[in-house]
């Protein structure tokens, strides 16, 4: 059984910083990849970031310099740092991975920049 457990996130003023976390159990983050998705006022969810099987990163235009994501390999952890906050980043964050034809994900933290 897969399960993804998110920590992380809260209120931050424009030009902030925040981390959130995802660990994985049932699954390996390095095997099966996993990324970052958003969902904002508009209830679209797009992807933020993600690290594919074989380790190629990537990210949305909208956070390219700002926001870096990266794995804890010992505790199957991966991590989305977050900088230099706009009030365009306020959104559900989600971790997200798959396994066996199924996604996962986590269970959504709350990302709020606001003055």
């Known amino acids: 059984q897969v399960h993804l457990r998110q920590s992380g996130g809260g209120l931050v003023q424009p030009g902030g910083s925040l981390r959130l976390s995802c660990t994985g159990s049932?699954?390996?983050?390095?095997?099966?990849?996993v990324a970052w998705y958003r969902q904002g006022p508009t209830n679209q969810r797009e992807l933020v970031a993600s690290?594919?099987?074989?380790?190629?990163?990537n990210y949305a235009d909208a956070v390219k310099g700002r926001f870096t994501i990266s794995i804890d390999y010992a505790w199957n952890r991966v991590s989305l740092q977050m900088n230099n906050l706009e009030p365009e980043d306020t959104a559900v964050y989600y971790c997200?991975?798959?396994?066996?034809?199924?996604?996962?994900w986590g269970q959504g933290t709350q990302v709020t920049v606001s003055s």
């Open positions: 997200s991975t798959s396994w066996g034809g199924r996604n996962f």
């Open positions: 049932g699954t390996t983050f390095t095997t099966n990849g």
């Open positions: 690290f594919a099987r074989g380790g190629a990163i």
